[in-house]
Structure formats: C-alpha cells, structure tokens
C-alpha cells in the first residue's frame, strides 16, 4: 500500500508551540501531574497563559510506567482525605474531560498474610469507616469468591489469611488519562511543550522570574515543578534542598490473556500487585530497588521475587509468560507521604514524593497545587503535606499503607 | 543483578548486600544546640546525587561489615569501594580530570576534611 492510501491521520489532541517568551506560571513536567495541574489552574483559576515544559515527550515518565491502581484506603486522617478526594474527582473526570478513559471499578484487595498483617489491615479498615473511604475486611473464603483463582490454601510460605477490601478502587488507562488532560489543557489555551529540558532557573534574589530551556529562557511569574523522580536536580538548580531519595521500581506485564482476574490484589507482605488490563495483559509490580537511582532500570532479583509471590499466589500464573518489563524513578520521601506546597524559593512551588504511589493522586495533586500556585498558600488538602512537617515532626508515616504496594 | 566488591569478602552478588543510603552523615556535634531546622537536616534530609554518589553498604550475608562505596546513580557502575573509617577517596576529583586528559594529575593523597574525619557508622 503507497502513501497515497493511507488514511487520514487522526486528528490531534494538543497543538505543539513553540515556547513563548513569557508566561504567568510555568509547571515543569509534562506528565500526569504536571498536566492535571495545569488543567486546575486553567479551569479553577482561569489561569490560561501557562505553559508546560516537558524534556522528553508527554507523558513518557512514570504516567507510561506505572501499574494503574486508584484506591484511598490510607491509614491517617490527612492521607484519606486527599486521596479519597483524588477517588471522587475520578469517578467525574470522565465525563468532566470528556474523554473515557476506561476507569474500572473494579475493587482493590489488599491480602494479609501474618497476624500483624491482619491486626494492621482491621485497623486500617476502621480508619477508613471512620474517614468515610468504604472498606470491609473479607475472610479467606471472601477472597475466593471474589477472586477464584487466589489460592487461599495454608500450605504456601504465606498463606492468605484474609484481605481488607475496597469495592470503589480500581484501575484507568494511564496513557488515555494523560491524553485527555492534555487535550482539555490545550484546548484552554495551555502551551504543551514537548522536548524542552530546563537547564537553569532565573532568579532575581531569592525570586525566580524565569526558566532556562533547551528551548531558550522564558520568563514567568511563578514555577510549579512536578518532576518525580528529578525533583531533586530542579531543586538543586533552584538552590533549595528536598527530602526525597530516587529510586528505581520496577513493573511487568505478561502476554494477552483472556479475563481471568475480576479484581486488583496487592500484598505487601510477599511483594507484589496484580491486576488485568483491558486488553488482558496481566500487569505487576512490586518493591522498589533498595538504592538511589535515576536509571529507568532496576536489577533483575526484584522481579524474581516478584514472580515467586506471584505464583505463588495464583498458580494459574505458573503458564504465563513475561512479556515485557520496565522501571521508573520514583520520589520517595521519610515518610512515604507526598511533598506539596510551597519552597524556600519565592514563586517557586513543589509537588513530589508521591513515591511508588503518583498515579492514583494525579487528580488530587492537581487541584491542590494548581490551587497553591494560583494563591501562593495550600488548599485545606495539601496544607499538612508541605515540607515544614520534617521540622515540626507532623509526619504522616503512611509506610504501612505506601511503603511496598501500590 | 549487580555485582559489588566486598573490602572483606571480595566479588559477591547484590543480594547478599543492604543498603544504608548516604555515606559520610556525620552526627551532630552539639546534639542540645541544634535547631529545628538542622535536626530536620540530619534525621531527613540526603543528598539525592545524579551521578557520582557516595553511600554505604552492609554485606549482611557475608563479613556483616558495613563499608562505603562510590556509586553513578544513573550508570549504576560502582566507581570505588573503601572500609567505614578510611577518608573517602577524592574518586569525584579523579573521575572527573581523567575524563579530560590534559588536566590529569597524579592521583592525590586524600584530604582529610570536617566530615569525614568525625564520621560515625
């Protein structure tokens, strides 16, 4: 077939501009954060002359790379409250983008599998009750029924001793969430531009009045880094230091199957996440690499492991085969909570250290920084998560509920 | 898999090894006389290098001894390995002036400096 009779390319989703000498605010990252920031700030704030920078392509970062799961049975009051706001904003952002993007419902369990596991999950089921996040503890039996091919029986190194369940958490299709952000962003006037690296920041004092490109400088009135995992070199050319360690994790996903998994299951305690994607890959993760990295590759025991507890878990797995697997640069921080608000730097804000968790805050994340940006102070969600909680000891220590599984 | 050199062991696979993040975090002199701030500096705050990092290792499967390491956080290629103690090497300095030839010294004896020199384990 010559060119000639090639359809017509379908049409595009966001214009690609070239920078423009300046702006009102500038978000450094084009990824899931990054542009459902923007989108907040334009549709919230009616901010429309902003721009953000990307220095690959859009989206091609850790919203490419991550294991979709959207839950928010955290344990603490303030970790609920801005992760269950981040579940309602996506059960409407489908209709709000106008965009499906295939959020499944589909219910998260987390398995438990020692009696400090089991004491830890009724607890943290009660919490959420309490926070009004819905969850129940299920049995063994429970399990099996919604998930027949667990296997529930005690002669595994860990047997399932039960699981705490979320029937409103689920999964959405990474790549069309991102898309349909980006569409909305441009289609506000948003500048969406790709292949622009920021090599330096201007500052004037202790203000940053612009930003050094790959692309030439721009000058903008305020800056809004959503980086992940290169948070920490931004900061370092800001001049402000920031309590996160980079670290690779890593994710798999087997060839096409056909539906043999209703559900998501992660267990913490044997390190692995499971779910099945639309089109029937089995997609996993699981605990990221001990060290410091910036790589986009972890080591290969990760993922033995990762595929021991898988099987074990669920025989059926035993057949499968890897198709492919991957890793990200994850931001995390001491406390396994994330960093929004605002930074040493003035106009210069910061939204890290979602660590192995990001894609199921993306919508939260959004509105609480597009908000901090906008008014220069954090929204009543995003107010315990700024970076004064490593001196005045308010940690949210989420390590029980983020720390492995996501 | 990576492949790190025990000071005492020799060749041994990752597994066999933990992490202990940043090396060279000496504790604070005057505990009682630290702010806030510069608590917050010690207890949370590292260093986030991309690039050439200095961290420590435990070979928990082998002597159980801790030691220091130079490490690309991006190549992943381990670029120096030195006991808990010794002063850390100038492998930052080294690197980067054998990477220009014309700037290639004889390697210089290693500096003591402030932090290294109180570090604890």
């Known amino acids: 077939m010559s060119a000639d009779h090639l359809p017509e390319h379908p049409e595009f989703l966001w214009r690609n501009p070239d920078p423009k000498k300046s702006y009102d605010a500038v978000i450094v990252g084009g990824g899931g954060h990054g542009l459902a920031t923007a989108y907040f700030l334009a549709k919230n704030h009616g901010m429309r002359n902003i721009a953000i920078l990307e220095k690959g392509w859009l989206a091609g970062g850790n919203m490419a790379r991550n294991t979709t799961i959207i839950r928010s049975n955290y344990l603490w009051d303030e970790s609920a409250a801005i992760y269950e706001h981040s579940l309602k904003l996506w059960e409407i952002l489908p209709e709000e983008l106008d965009y499906d993007f295939l959020f499944s419902q589909r219910g998260v369990m987390n398995l438990a599998h020692t009696l400090g596991d089991v ?23 429970q399990v099996k029924e919604l998930c ?25 299709k990474h790549d069309h969430v991102a898309w349909a952000f980006a569409r909305k962003c441009d289609e506000m006037g948003v500048d969406i531009i790709q292949n622009c690296e920021v090599t330096g920041f201007i500052k004037d004092g202790n203000k940053v009045t612009g930003v050094k490109t790959t692309r030439g400088n721009i000058n903008t009135e305020k800056v809004g880094l959503c980086a992940a995992g290169h948070t920490s070199v931004l900061a370092e050319m800001a001049g402000f230091r ?33 779910s099945q994607a639309h089109k029937g890959e089995l997609v996993m993760g ?10 986009q590759r972890g080591s290969f025991h990760v993922i033995e492991e990762q595929m021991a507890a898988a099987v074990e878990l669920f025989p059926i797995f035993a057949r499968a085969h890897v198709l492919r697997t991957w890793g990200g640069i994850v931001d995390t921080t001491m406390d396994a909570s994330p960093i929004v608000g605002t930074t040493p730097v003035e106009n210069m804000f910061v939204n890290c250290g979602w660590g192995t968790g990001g894609f199921k805050g993306t919508p939260a994340a959004g509105l609480t920084f597009a908000h901090t940006i906008a008014t220069g102070s954090p929204h009543t969600l995003n107010k315990p998560f700024g970076m004064d909680r490593f001196e005045t000891g308010h940690l949210i220590d989420e390590h029980g509920a983020a720390a492995v599984a996501h | 898999m990576l492949l790190f050199t025990c000071p005492n062991c020799g060749p041994r696979n990752e597994t066999e090894f933990h992490y202990g993040g940043q090396a060279h975090v000496a504790y604070p002199e005057s505990p009682g006389e630290l702010s806030d701030r ?16 200095a961290e420590r290792w435990v070979h928990s499967a082998g002597c159980r001894k801790w030691f220091n390491m130079v490490r690309d956080t991006v190549s992943y ?33 290693a500096q003591a400096n402030p932090t290294t020199a109180s570090e604890g384990v």
């Open chain 2, 77 to 109: 290629e381990v670029k120096a390995v030195y006991r808990i103690g010794e002063l850390q090497p100038e492998t930052l300095e080294r690197i980067a002036s054998a990477t220009e030839p014309e700037q290639a010294q004889p390697l210089a004896p």
């Open chain 1, 242 to 274: 920031i309590p996160i360690q980079s670290h690779p994790l890593q994710a798999l996903v087997s060839e096409l199957h056909e539906p043999v998994h209703p559900t998501v299951v992660m267990s913490n305690h044997v390190h692995v996440y499971v």
């Open chain 1, 119 to 141: 004491r830890e999950s009724m607890r943290r089921v009660g919490a959420n009750q309490l926070n009004g996040v819905d969850a129940e503890w299920l049995d063994p039996k």
């Open chain 1, 286 to 295: 699981a605990g990221v690499d001990s060290y410091n990295g910036y790589g």
């Open chain 1, 148 to 172: 027949p091919i667990l296997n529930i029986n005690d002669n595994i190194r860990y047997p399932v001793m039960g699981a705490t369940y979320q029937p409103r958490a689920g999964i959405a």
């Open chain 2, 38 to 53: 510069e608590w917050a500096e010690y207890l949370f705050y590292r260093e986030n290098t991309k690039g050439l990092f």
